[in-house]
Every structure is written in C-alpha cells, then in structure tokens.
C-alpha cells in the first residue's frame, strides 16, 4: 500500500518569506517522490522529484524538496515566495511494485504581496 | 512539448446516461492515467494502462470503464452516471515501459468537469 499526507489545506506566507508546504508518506519499501502543481484554469504542472541519492532536490521555478527518510517526509521549499507561486501544490508517491502515483489531498499556497 | 488533450472542458449529463470522456496524446506515451479530483480529495487514481488494450484498475475503479484500441487515445466511460460522479476528470500520459522509466513526469490535461444532474 502507499499513501501521502499533506496535513495542511492551505499555507498562507508573505512574498520574499520562505516557504514550506509540508508532505508525509507510507509506502513499502524505497519511495519515489513528486510534486506537482496545479495553477488556476490549468492542468497539473511537473516540480521535482526524488527517486535516489541526494536529498536535497532542485525543481522549476526556485523550488526544491528535502528527502527526509527517518522522518518519511518530503516537504517542498522555496527560499523566497512570490506571488505567482500561489497555486494547489500536490505530492505524490509510488513504491517499487507499483505502476502509479498516489496523491495527497492538496495544499492551496496563498502568497500575500 | 507534449500535449494531452480532453475532448470537453464541462459536460452535464442526467443520472442513468452513458458517458464518454475521451482523452488523447500527441507524444507516444505508453502509458495513460484517469484521475478524478475532489475538493479535500485531492486526485484519486480510477484506472490506468501501460499498453494499448492494456488496462488496470486503480483505487475507485467501481462505475467506470476504460479503453485503449490506439495508443494516443485513452477513454473514459461512466456506464450509467451517478450524482456521486460529478468531479473534476483528469487525464495525463507518460513515458515507459516498467522499471525506471515509471518515475517519468505525467503530463496532464486541463481536465473535464461533469455534473450530474
């Protein structure tokens, strides 16, 4: 089985604040992790993934994620926020022996000017 | 740049009718996802294939049907819609055939809107 927890609906940051937007995941075995993003009026966009190696992922757009295995976490990060980063961030998982993506339930980012 | 393609932006439909929700790609991915998304759900895996005629039933597959005759078609189809199935429909596609090449990116498309009425 694999599942993702994304435990906030909406994070709510200042433009020029860093930001996280937190995810948490069960699977069995090694996890491949994503992140997507979806803007308004639009299909899901691409971000980041990790599959294996160095922690710390670098993405589009200034964002990157942070592999934290004792943890089982994979929260994305961006040093500044802007305002067109507001946006529905989803994060997803897959185990080994599965075909597909599993995802969370959505954060809603809310960049303030 | 890849493309996925659904056939309709919003649909209505009454309970009870057949529906069909096509979607296609222009970049000969093997593989084709239906997601449905909900508020507070987030994107909820329907069915899925790896191979044209190929299919495989994701976690809410119950009510729906699939199908793959060519490879840039995947179809959708609610057999006899439900007021429970009025969601936003997403479709996408990706690269590979197994192993490694399942971690390539989906590609998704700009989604379909039914309501049931």
């Known amino acids: 089985a694999q599942s993702v927890a994304q435990p906030e609906d909406q994070v709510n940051v200042a433009e020029g604040n860093p930001l996280t937007v937190k995810c948490t995941y069960s699977?069995?075995?090694?996890?491949?992790l994503f992140w997507y993003v979806q803007y308004p009026n639009r299909g899901l966009q691409f971000l980041l993934k990790y599959i294996t190696g160095d922690n710390l992922v670098k993405g589009s757009y200034g964002f990157e994620a942070e592999f934290n295995k004792s943890q089982t976490s994979f929260h994305l990060k961006k040093p500044s926020a802007l305002v067109s980063d507001s946006a529905l961030y989803f994060c997803a998982v897959r185990s080994a022996g599965r075909r597909a993506l599993t995802f969370g339930s959505g954060t809603r980012l809310q960049v303030q000017p | 740049d890849v493309k996925v393609t659904q056939s309709s932006r919003y649909l209505v439909k009454r309970t009870g009718e057949k529906v069909f929700l096509e979607c296609v790609q222009d970049?000969?991915?093997?593989?084709m996802f239906w997601y449905r998304q909900d508020p507070g759900l987030g994107l909820r895996l329907i069915y899925f294939s790896y191979d044209v005629k190929m299919k495989e039933k994701g976690d809410i597959p119950e009510g729906y049907s699939v199908s793959r005759e060519k490879k840039e078609r995947f179809s959708l189809i609610l057999e006899s819609a439900s007021t429970n199935q009025t969601s936003m429909y997403l479709c996408?596609?990706?690269f590979g055939t197994g192993g490694s090449s399942n971690n390539s990116p989906l590609h998704f498309g700009n989604g379909t809107r039914l309501t049931v009425t």
């Open positions: 699977v069995s075995g090694n996890p491949y």
């Open positions: 970049m000969d991915h093997e593989n």
């Open positions: 996408a596609s990706s």
